[in-house]
């Protein structure tokens, strides 16, 4: 069966300080992908989404960028963090054009 | 672009009362419409979602949505609720676009009173 492993659960930042979020599938290939961050009191925004191995969409022009060095493997990085990055950031995995998101547990990021 | 709105940041229903959460989406072809559900500190859960055919769906735990191309809605409903079902729940309409990109509603917040 497939699963999403998202990591860490928890990070506490100062600003100015880099980012790497990691976010692996297992069990399947060629997933789509996505980054989505929920600010507190609000919904889901999509970030990132992908495709394919090296293959990026931006949503929303912001002080992150995201890759994808593996076929099962999203990464969420910044150089420098502001705070406006604190929030709640989910990966998502779907198979071809027409189906569900599967989420993984998700990364609770605060920027002091 | 599609876009969604749910006009309820939050609603309180007791417990073994019907629910109804709004959803109202904006698309230029057929959408994909789904329902998901976030319990607090953790991912979504799909509830629901609708493709093509009956407008009428069903779900898990219960849970049934409409579709509605005249008032472009896709609103959840519950006949009974229980204090379980507290938690967020947000509405989604997809568009197959280079890998089927997903925008989500700003979510519901639900809670069941006693």
């Known amino acids: 069966s497939q699963t999403i492993h998202q990591w860490p659960a928890t990070l506490v930042q100062p600003v100015g300080s880099p980012l790497s979020l990691e976010c692996t599938v297992e069990g399947t290939s060629n997933p789509n992908l996505y980054w989505y961050r929920q600010a507190a009191g609000r919904g889901l925004q999509l970030l990132f989404y992908s495709v394919g191995i090296g293959q990026i969409s931006s949503e929303v022009p912001q002080n992150l960028s995201a890759s994808r060095p593996q076929d099962r493997q999203f990464i969420l990085s910044s150089k420098k963090l502001l705070l406006s990055d604190s929030g709640f950031y989910l990966c998502a995995w779907s198979l071809g054009t027409v189906e569900k998101l599967f989420f993984g547990s998700g990364t609770q990021l605060s920027v002091l | 672009a599609q876009s969604v709105t749910q006009p309820d940041i939050h609603i309180t229903v007791s417990e073994g009362a019907s629910l109804e959460l709004r959803c109202n989406y904006s698309?230029?072809?057929?959408?994909?419409l789904f329902w998901y559900v976030q319990s607090p500190g953790q991912g979504l859960q799909l509830l629901l979602k609708y493709f093509s055919g009956d407008t009428l769906v069903q779900g898990i735990k219960g849970f049934e949505a409409e579709f509605k191309r005249s008032q472009s809605s896709f609103n959840l409903r519950k006949p009974s609720v229980h204090w379980s079902d507290a938690a967020e729940y947000f509405c989604a309409v997809g568009a197959p676009s280079g890998g089927f990109k997903t925008i989500f509603g700003a979510g519901t917040r639900l809670f069941v009173k006693a």
């Open positions: 698309y230029g072809a057929t959408p994909y």
